[in-house]
């Protein structure tokens, strides 16, 4: 089946430390994104990638890194410099970054720190 | 700039009978708007999606949405809820020239047997 898969489902992050998340989609879409998500709150654009090699920050990018060295792949870092990383990550795809393409998400990744 | 809200956090119905979750945007020209389902602890699902053409998007699950330029509303709708449909729903503006999507708050609903 298509979609997007994101892994592991939960992770724990100890202070001081950098925790990579993954998202692979075999839905041959060009752009990615990944959102946080907090309770009570809408969904917010961490960073978004149109086309491999290319990305661009969010509204809430600080401490936080991406890549997309391949059209299937976008891993997010979350490193020590985010102070408040607990938080459930989304990652998301469509075929293009055009405005009448809707997204498609994966299942997310709940972090929580020790 | 694109902006939406969703008028209510919570709504409870009864099993069988209508809902109606509320959305009403703003933005500065034609927009396209969404509306997304979050079960607990899963990603969002699509259920349907305005981009200019009908102005009554059917969707999927019996979902359906009106989009009305002049109350700047697109309010989500089914004419029975059943168990199934206990969930979060999201309605989503897309942004401006970067084409971001931007999320309301959530209503969270619930149905009672």
């Known amino acids: 089946d298509g979609g997007i898969t994101q892994s592991p489902k939960y992770l724990f992050r100890k202070e001081g430390q950098n925790v990579t998340l993954s998202c692979e989609q075999n839905l041959n879409h060009d752009a990615m994104y990944w959102y946080r998500q907090d309770p009570g709150q809408g969904l917010r654009l961490i960073y978004y990638?149109?086309?491999?090699?290319?990305?661009q920050k969010g509204d809430i990018a600080e401490g936080y890194s991406v890549s997309r060295e391949k059209k299937e792949s976008f891993p997010l870092t979350v490193t020590s410099a985010q102070k408040n990383p607990t938080a459930f990550y989304l990652c998301a795809s469509s075929v293009t970054s055009s405005s009448n393409q809707p997204q498609h998400f994966g299942d997310g990744t709940r972090l929580s720190i020790l | 700039a694109q902006s939406v809200t969703q008028l209510d956090s919570h709504v409870s119905v009864s099993e069988g009978t209508p809902v109606l979750l509320r959305c009403n945007y703003s933005s500065s020209y034609s927009p396209s708007l969404f509306w997304y389902v979050q079960h607990p602890n899963k990603g969002l699902q699509l259920l349907l999606k305005?981009?200019?053409?009908?102005?009554l998007v059917k969707g999927i699950n019996g979902f359906e949405a009106e989009f009305k330029k002049s109350e700047t509303s697109f309010h989500l709708t089914k004419p029975s809820a059943h168990m199934s449909d206990a969930a979060e729903y999201f309605c989503v503006v897309v942004g401006g020239a970067t084409n971001k999507l931007i999320f309301g708050t959530g209503t969270l609903l619930a149905v009672q047997p």
């Open positions: 305005y981009t200019s053409a009908a102005t």
């Open positions: 990638s149109q086309i491999v090699n290319d990305f």
